[in-house]
């Protein structure tokens, strides 16, 4: 069974860093592109950013560029959201999910604010 | 960026009668590979989003054959044949050929 569980979700002040991690199991990890996806309070849903299988190619919405930076960990099949300079436009619940989306984890959720 | 545009933003649905979602591409969605990357999600209040529907017609694993999804070039649709209470929530539209991945604002199904 696939599962995808994300943490390192809280709250922050603007200007902060967090780091979101995301734990797979149940496929191979590796051969996956992955991406993160967030969702705003009582808002639709927004791509941020997605990784290669072997992280060779990132790719990020404009506005998370040079904030926001994708990584993964293949031997521990995990990803990784690192978000520095954190702004109030950045709260929202982030998704792991794996390829096009095809699988998603529970959210963690990301509170901007001071 | 590819804007995805749904409709309609609300729809109140009598149990057992059916509904239809459409969504509008700002281009073609037929990727260089041959494939069409549109993907239909449900997601019930309070949950994650859960994919229905791959490659514009393909159901997932588990998805009631209720929900079929149809559609080409830049005109989608997702139909439920026979909508049931635990069909409620927001469903969204996304596609997968162009980067950046781009959803539709969702339409949100009740039972009237």
């Known amino acids: 069974e696939v599962q995808l569980v994300e943490s390192g979700g809280g709250l922050v002040q603007p200007g902060g860093s967090l780091r979101l991690s995301c734990a797979a199991s149940g496929f191979t990890f590796s051969s996956y592109w992955m991406s993160w996806v967030r969702q705003a309070p009582g808002k639709g849903l927004e791509w941020v950013a997605n990784?290669?299988?072997?992280?060779?190619?990132?790719y990020y919405v404009d506005s998370v560029k040079g904030r926001f930076t994708i990584s993964r960990d293949n031997a521990k099949n995990s990803l990784y959201l690192q978000m520095n300079n954190l702004r109030a436009e950045d709260t929202a619940v982030y998704y792991c999910a794996r390829g096009r989306a095809s699988y998603w984890g529970q959210g963690t959720l990301v509170t901007v604010s001071s | 960026d590819i804007v995805m545009t749904q409709s309609p933003l609300s729809l109140p649905v009598t149990l057992g009668q059916p509904a239809s979602i459409s969504c509008r591409s700002s281009?073609?969605?037929?990727?260089?590979?041959?494939?069409?990357?549109l993907n239909w999600f449900q997601q019930r209040p309070g949950q994650s989003p859960r994919r229905l529907i791959y490659k514009v017609s393909n159901r997932d694993s588990g998805v009631p054959d209720r929900f079929s999804g149809s559609g080409s070039g830049t005109d989608f649709t997702l139909k439920i044949s026979r909508v049931e209470a635990e069909d409620v929530g927001v469903y969204y539209c996304m596609q997968g050929t162009h980067w950046p991945l781009t959803f539709g604002g969702g339409t949100k199904v009740e039972i009237k």
């Open positions: 990784i290669k299988q072997d992280g060779s190619e990132k």
């Open positions: 281009q073609s969605l037929v990727h260089s590979d041959g494939n069409t990357y």
